[in-house]
């Protein structure tokens, strides 16, 4: 799915994993959490405030959209908004030292290329290249 910056970053209900609506299968894919505890949760919040849980519920069931079926290109693409929403700060600090890494990378190539050393290995692969008479 293509889709901006935002549609990853947002609650959905889960339906796939649905119990009642997919507001809880939705809060746990949202935070990574396990279903099972969140479901919990709901319960044991539900019994000691049953009309603002039930509301909440209520509300959430009616007005989040149902999580996309192609919300993500691949497991990859899952693994990394997963990874964000857990930590923002760590998933940036990752991609800040994977470009830093590449641009070192990219730098070391510019300089081989740039220098007097490619031209001669250039010229020597010419040389290997070339039938001999």
């Given at each position: 799915m293509?889709?901006?910056?935002g549609c ?6 889960d339906?796939e994993?649905?119990?009642?609506a997919g ?18 949760l709901t319960?044991l ?5 049953t009309?603002v849980?039930v509301g909440?519920?209520v ?11 192609d919300l993500y290109?691949d497991?990859?693409e ?5 990874q964000?929403r857990k930590?923002?700060r760590?998933?940036?600090?990752t991609?800040k030292y994977?470009f ?7 730098n070391?190539?510019?300089a081989?290329v740039?220098s007097?050393?490619?031209q001669l290995d250039r010229?020597l ?6 039938p001999?008479r």
């Amino acid at each position: 799915m293509s889709c901006d910056w935002g549609c990853h970053n947002r609650f959905y209900r889960d339906t796939e994993n649905r119990k009642i609506a997919g507001v809880c299968a939705g809060i746990a894919d949202y935070f990574s959490w396990d279903v099972n505890v969140v479901r919990g949760l709901t319960v044991l919040s539900t019994i000691m405030f049953t009309f603002v849980t039930v509301g909440l519920y209520v509300f959430a069931a009616m007005f989040l959209p149902e999580k996309p079926r192609d919300l993500y290109d691949d497991d990859r693409e899952e693994k990394y908004w997963r990874q964000y929403r857990k930590s923002p700060r760590e998933t940036l600090s990752t991609a800040k030292y994977r470009f830093r890494r590449l641009e070192r990378k990219l730098n070391r190539m510019e300089a081989y290329v740039t220098s007097d050393r490619y031209q001669l290995d250039r010229e020597l692969q010419d040389l290997d290249r070339k039938p001999a008479r």
